[in-house]
């Protein structure tokens, strides 16, 4: 099998996972009866001093011997620490000495719930092995308290890495992860699906059928959860739309999904590159970018997620609509492949990353990105440190409609706030004569992060999460997915699931 016959096997996998975000037009019809619920506080004032400001406003620096004052949600002032201390009245003072103060990772990209529960069963298998393994898993057996209690641990994991903002696409039930997330504290971010197609190997040959009464009821549900969360101001979590493939939707399914973004004022996420282009260039007449440009559902505030083969007349019409491509770099190099990045970053393409599911360290992420695009050009390149870590940050906030309030330290914006500490063998020497942002994005980990700061907040401390019981997470998913992989070893197919039982 050739490279491309098996990334497009994948579109199989990918639409089945789809699949299960039908339930979530039925899940958490009345979100108080899930477990859990974070208690709401006034964030007290926080001067964050002694530490390495890595500000990511653009200008590539770092800010010795300056304090960040936080007031509120926001950041309010970056000055000397006395001088802040003199003028501001302070509630608690953060001593950063040996740590980065970063703003806080902006995850572009994840699937919360299905990762931890398909971690360590999905890894060694190819994606149509693991859609046969999951989909009758999420569909038939957990229920919507389960999705919550798997999207709860997945956001212990997100926040404990430093991601203090995810961008959750359809799959597993929206409105339970949305429950989740704001109970976590993190700044979530979920998009439920509302494409209209289900038949995923007949519409990619052009026999796909389209579904009104699975349609009615997903645009139905992604209105109940705009209405709940976007238009909340007390709430972290926002809301975006989500085809989970174009090719799963019919036309006027596109044009709709566009205009109920528009209608509530926020963007479009789908996933595409898997091969469907060829499909579309039978049907249409046109590549799948060109088809998308040409309708208008790409623009600045659409997120396409994937791209791997993207073909080289795509790149123009992607580039001129102004829409953002989301990498996940370390999820699809365990499978062997990526995306042609030279063409892309030649190409100066709107690029942030995300994680894509069963592993959130975004240092992992930071790291694949920089290693693919050398290996696909058989060099360093223009792209060095500074580059991707933007893209894990500024650009990635931008790419999920928040670049005027997150993704920098700047005053003003909301205070999203990372500590890393760098004060370790395996990013030591640091002094003067060492660059941190390259230090940081080459050698650090997730488990460097010591301080997790969103809206004013800390949800995270000594690098141990404050607003969930960490233990009794790790104890329910166990428990749930002793449960639910009993179940689903136990059906009729399991035969042809002995390979990855354990």
């Known amino acids: 099998m050739n490279r491309r016959d098996f990334i497009t096997t994948a579109v199989s996998g990918i639409t089945m996972a789809a699949a299960t975000s039908a339930l979530a037009s039925e899940c958490c019809a009345d979100e108080s009866s899930v477990p859990g619920k974070r208690k709401e506080s006034t964030p007290a004032s926080i001067l964050i001093k002694n530490g390495t400001i890595v500000p990511m406003d653009?200008?590539?620096?770092?800010?010795?011997?300056?304090?960040?004052?936080?007031?509120?949600?926001?950041?309010?002032?970056?000055?000397k620490a006395e001088d802040l201390l003199n003028t501001h009245t302070v509630d608690r003072v953060i001593d950063a000495s040996g740590k980065a103060v970063m703003p806080g990772f902006v995850?572009?990209?994840?699937?919360?719930?299905?990762?931890?529960?398909?971690?360590?069963?999905?890894?060694?298998?190819?994606?149509?092995?693991?859609?046969?393994?999951?989909?009758?898993?999420?569909?038939?057996?957990?229920?919507?308290?389960?999705?919550?209690?798997?999207?709860?641990?997945?956001?212990?994991?997100?926040?404990?890495?430093?991601?203090?903002?995810?961008?959750?696409?359809?799959?597993?039930?929206q409105a339970a992860t949305a429950q989740a997330f704001h109970d976590s504290g993190i700044r979530g971010i979920i998009a439920p699906d509302v494409s209209d197609i289900m038949e995923d190997n007949d519409a990619m040959r052009g026999g796909g059928k389209a579904d009104p009464k699975l349609k009615k009821k997903r645009f139905a549900e992604a209105r109940r959860l705009l209405d709940k969360w976007q238009r909340n101001e007390e709430s972290l979590v926002n809301v975006r739309i989500a085809n989970y493939m174009p090719v799963l939707c019919s036309p006027d399914t596109l044009l709709e999904s566009k205009a109920l973004a528009d209608e509530y004022d926020v963007g479009l996420n789908a996933h595409a590159g898997f091969g469907e282009t060829e499909?579309?260039?039978?049907?249409?007449?046109?590549?799948?970018?060109?088809?998308?440009?040409?309708?208008?559902?790409?623009?600045?505030?659409?997120?396409?997620?994937?791209?791997?083969?993207?073909?080289?007349?795509?790149?123009?019409?992607?580039?001129?609509?102004?829409?953002?491509?989301?990498?996940?770099?370390?999820e699809f190099a365990k499978r062997g492949y990526s995306a042609p990045m030279d063409m892309l970053y030649e190409a100066n393409l709107n690029i942030a990353l995300g994680s894509d599911w069963l592993m959130f360290d975004p240092f992992e992420q930071m790291r694949y990105a920089a290693v693919l695009a050398r290996l696909n050009r058989g060099g360093i390149g223009s792209q060095k440190a500074y580059d991707f870590l933007?893209?894990?940050?500024?650009?990635?906030?931008?790419?999920?409609?928040?670049?005027?309030?997150?993704?920098?330290?700047?005053?003003?914006?909301?205070?999203?706030?990372?500590?890393?500490?760098?004060?370790?063998?395996?990013?030591?020497?640091?002094?003067?004569?060492?660059?941190?942002?390259?230090?940081?994005?080459?050698?650090?980990?997730?488990?460097?992060?010591?301080?997790?700061?969103?809206?004013?907040?800390?949800?995270?401390?000594?690098?141990?999460?404050?607003?969930?019981?960490?233990?009794?997470?790790?104890?329910?998913?166990?428990?749930?997915?002793?449960?639910?992989?009993?179940k689903r070893f136990s059906m009729p197919d399991a035969n042809s699931l002995r390979a990855y039982s354990g």
Request: charged share 25%.
């Open 107 to 173: 995850n572009a990209h994840t699937h919360a719930a299905d990762s931890t529960i398909l971690r360590g069963l999905a890894e060694d298998i190819d994606p149509f092995q693991y859609s046969q393994l999951s989909v009758p898993l999420e569909e038939e057996i957990l229920t919507e308290e389960d999705i919550y209690s798997f999207a709860r641990l997945g956001s212990v994991e997100l926040l404990k890495f430093g991601n203090t903002c995810a961008m959750e696409l359809g799959a597993a039930s």
């Open 58 to 79: 653009g200008n590539n620096r770092t800010l010795e011997n300056q304090a960040l004052l936080i007031e509120g949600d926001r950041i309010s002032a970056i000055g």
């Open 279 to 330: 499909y579309f260039k039978s049907v249409f007449g046109k590549n799948q970018i060109q088809y998308l440009f040409d309708i208008g559902y790409l623009d600045k505030n659409t997120s396409i997620v994937h791209m791997l083969l993207t073909e080289k007349e795509e790149v123009a019409p992607f580039k001129e609509s102004g829409a953002w491509m989301i990498h996940c770099p370390f």
């Open 390 to 486: 933007d893209m894990m940050t500024n650009k990635a906030a931008k790419a999920v409609g928040l670049g005027e309030q997150v993704g920098s330290l700047e005053v003003g914006k909301k205070a999203d706030i990372i500590l890393v500490d760098f004060h370790q063998a395996h990013i030591s020497p640091m002094n003067r004569h060492y660059d941190l942002v390259t230090n940081l994005v080459y050698n650090a980990h997730g488990s460097d992060v010591r301080t997790v700061i969103v809206g004013g907040k800390v949800v995270v401390e000594n690098g141990e999460i404050k607003t969930i019981d960490e233990g009794e997470a790790i104890e329910d998913v166990n428990r749930l997915s002793e449960r639910a992989l009993t």
